[in-house]
């Protein structure tokens, strides 16, 4: 069974950069399958943020489009987010993701890290 | 790009059934699959619906979906409710040019 295991800062200054892993077990990111991020603000509702295929095509939600990267490493089995130019309303816990086959679904998610921006 | 409205919450009584509406904005609902998840307070989401009407394997048959093209929204229903139920839910779909949309969720209180 395919876990996912979020890693990186939990708290990090505005106008800077977060930096985010999802080490993936259980299976290999090379497999047929779209691996993405997803962040929640705190009471608030899901919103994605990409998804990365292992070859490293991409898709980014537009209305975040200018500040991501999201990337993959085959030989350690993880993907990566990166947001630029941070400022509170990044401000959420960041969720990684598994869309089996490109299904347009998730059936395996993380358990989430939250990042804080503040200074 | 198109965006799904869920209402914001709903409660019924446990043994009760509930339904849980997503109608989206602009597109077939027909077109693309919608999913649904479930999301207890300070855990992950889980699928609890997916490709309409499919649940995954785990996952009680109290609950179903299914689709209305005259309304343009999908529904989650669960019958017999209980107490454990009560959690966000969340409906998802996506299009050519968006590989995923979420609805605004959907507090579900069992009282």
């Known amino acids: 069974q395919v876990q996912l295991q979020e890693s990186g800062p939990g708290l990090v200054k505005p106008s800077g950069t977060l930096s985010l892993t999802c080490a993936v077990s259980?299976?290999?990111?090379?497999?047929?399958?779209?691996w993405s991020w997803v962040r929640q603000p705190p009471g608030k509702g899901l919103e994605w943020i990409g998804e990365?295929?292992?070859?490293?095509?991409?898709n980014y939600n537009p209305s975040l489009k200018s500040r991501v990267t999201i990337s993959v490493d085959k030989s350690k089995n993880h993907f990566s987010l990166k947001v630029m130019s941070l400022t509170a309303a990044d401000t959420a816990v960041y969720y990684c993701?598994?869309?089996?086959?490109?299904?347009?679904?998730?059936?395996?998610w993380g358990q989430g890290t939250l990042v804080t921006v503040s200074s | 790009n198109f965006m799904l409205t869920q209402p914001h919450s709903v409660s019924e009584s446990p043994g009760r059934t509930v339904t849980i509406s997503c109608t989206r904005s602009?597109?077939?609902?027909?077109?693309?699959?919608v999913q649904w998840y479930q999301q207890r307070p300070g855990s992950a989401p889980t699928t609890v619906i997916y490709?309409?009407?499919?649940?995954p394997s785990g996952v009680p048959d109290r609950f179903s979906g299914s689709i209305d093209s005259s309304s343009n929204s999908a529904s989650l229903t669960i019958s017999g409710l209980k107490t454990e139920d009560e959690a966000d839910y969340y409906c998802?779909?996506?299009?050519?040019?968006?590989?995923?949309?979420f609805g605004g969720g959907t507090r579900l209180t069992v009282l």
């Open positions: 993701a598994r869309d089996p086959d490109g299904s347009r679904f998730f059936d395996s």
């Open positions: 259980g299976a290999s990111i090379s497999n047929d399958n779209w």
């Open positions: 990365v295929y292992h070859s490293g095509s991409t």
């Open positions: 602009s597109g077939s609902i027909a077109s693309n699959y």
């Open positions: 490709e309409d009407n499919q649940r």
């Open positions: 998802q779909s996506y299009d050519g040019s968006i590989p995923v949309v």
